[in-house]
C-alpha cells in the first residue's frame, strides 16, 4: 500500500474531486455529515475517512477511482450501511475515500415483456419490489433491512434472505451488471441475456467480491410472476430432524411452490415477544420447535376458492400439515386467515435481529449446512452452549440450510466471563465436520477475517489472492476486507452488539 498522501496532495484530491462531482458531494472530516457514514446499522466500527463521496453517475464514479488511484488513496464503497460484516465502513490507519452511491438511485429501465428491471446501484431494495410490484410482477429478494438496503450492497454480499428457497440468492437474480474497476475502466454487461457464454463470468466475481474488485453502478435483475395466492402458517414440530421431510412433502404437494421456510425456536420467538410487546407467540402452546412458512402460486387453478373460503392452494397445505399430525411430526399448526395475519407472522419473522440485539450481547453466527446436518448441528450445539453458560438464540433460513446461530448470555452469567473463544472453536469444529460454511449469506468483511485465514481452505485463499492482485495491483478497493492479509495478523472483532462495548 503506498503512503497515505501529504496534505498538499489530499486538498489536490478533494479539489479534483470537487471538480468533478460538484463541491457539496465532497463530504470533508470535519463535517457532520461525514459522521453517518462511520456508522453503520451494527455499531461495532468507528473510524473517519479522509471524505466522503457522493457520485450521480457511472462516468462520475470512474473518474473518482481513477483520482484516488493516482492519489494511492483507498476506496470503500458505500451503500445503505445494514451489512453486518463492517465491510463498507472505512478502516483504521487508512486515509480511505468512502464513495456513496445513494445518489445513483434511477431505475434505468422496466422491462415487462422481458420480465427484467434495470436499476442504479443506489436503489434501496424496497424500491424495486415496488416498482416490480406497480408492473404487476414481483422482484422477489427480501430480508429485514430491505428498507434501507442498497443494489449495491445487495450485489456486493449476495444477499440472500427469506425467499431463497424458490427464488435464489442476489446472484441467481442477477442478469447483468455495470462496475468500474479498480483502474477506473467501466464494464458494461447491462443486455440483461439470458445466455452469454463468452468467457469468464465477470458478473459473478463482482457479486459476493464485497467491493473489493470494484465498485457495481448498476445491474439488471429478473422479475418473477406475481403470486395469485398465498399460504402462510407456523408449524410446531415434534423434532427439528423432520424438518426436511415436512419441507419436501410441502413442495411435492404445491409444485415447489414454497417460498419461505423459517425455523424460529422458542427461545428466538420469546425474545421477539419481550422486545416487541405487540408481537405474539402465533401458538397456543409456544413451539419448541417452530416453523415459519409460506408457500405460493401463480396458477389461477391454485387460487379457485372453494365453497368454505380456502384456496386449493390452501387445501394442498391443509392436507399435508394433517397428514403429517397423524403422523405425530407436527404436534400444531396455525394457518394466516387474512392478510393482517401474514403480515403479522413476517413481522415477527423480521423482527428478530432487532430484538437479540436488544436482548443483550450476543456472538453472531451465519452459518450453513447440508439440511440432513441441520437437527445434528443444533442438538450438539444447544448442549454445549448451555453447559458453558451461553443461552442460544436461533433462527434461520433452514429451506437453504442457513442458520442464524447466536450466542447470548445464559440466566444470571456475565457475558464477559463467558468463554467465547472455547465456544467459537466448538461450533467452528463441529461445522467442518459436517460440511458446512461458516458465512451464508453475510460475507466477510472485517469481522470474519479471522475465521477465514482459519478456515477457507488454503488453495482458495491463494486464487482469491491471485484474483485481487491481477485486477487491482495496488490493493487500493475497499482493502482490509474480505480477504486476510497473507501470513500478518488480523484484528478480529467479535460479532456483539453494541451493548457490549458499553458494558
Ligand atoms: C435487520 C437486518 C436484517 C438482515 N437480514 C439479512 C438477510 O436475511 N439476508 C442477508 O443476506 N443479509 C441480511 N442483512 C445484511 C444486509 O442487509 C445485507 O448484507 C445487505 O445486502 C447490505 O446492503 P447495504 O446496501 O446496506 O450495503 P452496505 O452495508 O453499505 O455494504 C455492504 C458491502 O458491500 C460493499 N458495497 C456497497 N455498495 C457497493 C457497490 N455499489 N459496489 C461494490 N461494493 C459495494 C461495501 O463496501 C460492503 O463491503 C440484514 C441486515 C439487517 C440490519
Sequence with gaps: ???????????????KCAKSVGAAQVLRGGDDQVATYCKDWTGRYAATPLAVVRPKTTQEVSEIVRLCRAHGVPVVPSSGRTGLCGGGMPIADHSSMVVSLERMNAVRDLDADGRSITVEAGVVLQTVQERARDSGLIFPLTFGAQGSAMIGGALSTNAGGSNVVKYGTTRELCIGIEAVMPDGSVINALTGLRKDNTGY?????????????????????????????????????????????????LQDRTGGGVEAFEYMPRAAVDVICRAFP?????????????LFFEVASSRADDATQGDDGASHLQDMVFA??????????????????????????????????????????????????????????VATMDDAMANMGFQPLTVGHLGDGNLHYALSA????????????????????????????????????????????????????????????????E???NPGKLIPAEGGMVSPRQETTPKERTR
Design 475 to 477: 490493493g487500493l478497493m
Design 278 to 290: 405487540g408481537i405474539r407467540q402465533p401458538l397456543e402452546v409456544p413451539a419448541e420447535t417452530g
Design 201 to 249: 463470468d465477470l458478473k459473478d466475481l463482482l457479486i459476493g467480491a464485497e467491493g473489493t474488485l470494484g465498485i457495481v453502478t448498476a445491474a439488471v435483475f429478473k422479475l418473477s410472476p406475481i403470486p395469485l395466492t398465498r399460504t402462510t402458517g407456523f408449524l410446531s414440530l415434534a423434532a427439528l430432524s423432520d424438518a426436511p421431510a415436512v419441507l419436501n412433502r
Design 320 to 377: 399435508v400439515l394433517e397428514e403429517m399430525m397423524e403422523e405425530g411430526v407436527i404436534l400444531d399448526a396455525m394457518i394466516a386467515q387474512s392478510e393482517q395475519q401474514r403480515l403479522d407472522l413476517w413481522t415477527m419473522r423480521e423482527s428478530v435481529l432487532e430484538a437479540i440485539t436488544a436482548n443483550g450481547p450476543a456472538y453472531h453466527m451465519d452459518i450453513s449446512l447440508p439440511l440432513a446436518a441441520i437437527a445434528e448441528f
Design 1 to 15: 500500500m503506498a503512503p497515505a498522501p501529504s496534505s498538499t496532495q489530499t486538498e489536490e484530491l478533494l479539489r
Design 410 to 473: 445464559g440466566p444470571g452469567q456475565d457475558w464477559k466471563a463467558l468463554p467465547l473463544e472455547r465456544a467459537k472453536e466448538e461450533a467452528f469444529d463441529l461445522l467442518l465436520r459436517l460440511k458446512g460454511s461458516f458465512s451464508a449469506e453475510h460475507g466477510i468483511g472485517q469481522s470474519k477475517l479471522d475465521v477465514m485465514r482459519k478456515l477457507k481452505q488454503e488453495s482458495q485463499l491463494a486464487a482469491m489472492r491471485a484474483i485481487k492482485a491481477a485486477l487491482d495491483p
